[in-house]
């Protein structure tokens, strides 16, 4: 396993809610680039599709 030095220490449940926590605050910054909601939640749905765990 590769540790990686920004990640020492730290609990994998720790990780995956600082990772959650920061791609929710991504996504509440870029909802102002759209004017409609919908459009915004469909980018938001894209974000979630590329990065989950489905085969490309």
């Known amino acids: 396993?590769?540790?990686r030095p920004w990640?020492?220490?730290a609990s994998i449940?720790?990780?995956l809610?600082?990772?959650a926590t920061s791609l929710r605050d991504?996504?509440?910054r870029m909802r102002s680039l759209f004017t409609?909601?919908?459009v915004a939640?469909?980018?938001s749905l894209f974000?979630?599709?590329l990065l989950g765990d489905e085969r490309r």
């Open 13 to 15: 449940e720790a990780t």
């Open 47 to 49: 974000l979630d599709g």
């Open 36 to 38: 409609q909601d919908r």
């Open 17 to 19: 809610e600082l990772w």
């Open 26 to 28: 991504v996504k509440a």
């Open 41 to 43: 939640a469909s980018a």
């Open 1 to 3: 396993m590769v540790r």
């Open 7 to 9: 990640m020492a220490g």
